[in-house]
Antibody, heavy 123, light 108 residues
Framework: EVQLVESGGGLIQPGGSLRLSCAAS????????MSWVRQAPGKGLEWVSV???????YYADSVKGRFTISRDNSKNTLYLQMNSLRAEDTAVYYC?????????????????WGQGTLVTVSS | SSELTQDPAVSVALGQTVRITCQGD??????ASWYQQKPGQAPVLVIY???NRPSGIPDRFSGSSSGNTASLTITGAQAEDEADYYC???????????FGGGTKLTVL
């Protein structure tokens, strides 16, 4: 059974750092596309970062230079290192697995999501 | 701002049909996927590709696409379908995911 379990959220002061973890079971993180997606209170979903199976990484402009996505193959775990945190980073952070498929077009979709972990940036 | 545009809110009478749309240039090259999210819960995939439903998703949910617009249709909306719905595809470069702003569906 596929499962994603996030941890590491909490209350942090502006300018601080936090590392989120996403422990996966039922599949291999390093063989898949893995993303972090966040949702600020009362707002919509915002994609944050992705790490592809080949190791390439991409970031939303809002977090570029402050956040780093990584994975530990031995622990089958995805991470998000968040530095220089701002009030606007306050959100529930989800990790999700993304699959790619081919038809008339190329398609991608998130088939599994974690339950989310809340990050609150406040003094 | 998102590269995928959705109407913020839509309403439907119980048992009627509703269409939720998503517009964006990337939809001319990439399929959309659709997610249902209820308060306090993680998003759930309901449609992906041309018109594919994951196991467990009722067949009243269907998807379609034309040009730069993807649509999610609920035929015979039920009270339990009241939720936020998000479309997802790629950004204009194709390098990473992108979400629409979401549509709040109210079932009257």
């Amino acid at each position: 059974e596929v499962q994603l379990v996030e941890s590491g959220g909490g209350l942090i002061q502006p300018g601080g750092s936090l590392r989120l973890s996403c422990a996966a079971s039922g599949f291999t993180v390093s063989s898949n596309y893995m993303s972090w997606v966040r949702q600020a209170p009362g707002k919509g979903l915002e994609w944050v970062s992705v790490i592809y199976s080949g190791g390439s990484t991409y970031y939303a402009d809002s977090v570029k230079g402050r956040f780093t996505i990584s994975r530990d193959n031995s622990k089958n775990t995805l991470y998000l290192q968040m530095n220089s945190l701002r009030a606007e980073d306050t959100a529930v952070y989800y990790c999700a697995r993304e699959l790619r498929f081919y038809g008339d077009y190329v398609g991608y979709y998130f088939d599994y999501w974690g339950q989310g972990t809340l990050v609150t940036v406040s003094s | 701002s998102s590269e995928l545009t959705q109407d913020p809110a839509v309403s439907v009478a119980l048992g009627q049909t509703v269409r939720i749309t998503c517009q964006g240039d990337s939809l001319r090259s990439y399929y959309a996927s659709w997610y249902q999210q209820k308060p306090g819960q993680a998003p759930v995939l309901v449609i992906y590709g041309k018109n594919n439903r994951p196991s467990g998703i009722p067949d009243r949910f269907s998807g379609s696409s034309s040009g730069n617009t993807a649509s999610l249709t609920i035929t015979g909306a039920q009270a339990e379908d009241e939720a936020d719905y998000y479309c997802n595809s790629r950004d204009s470069s194709g390098n990473h995911p992108s979400f629409g702003g979401g549509t709040k569906l109210t079932v009257l």
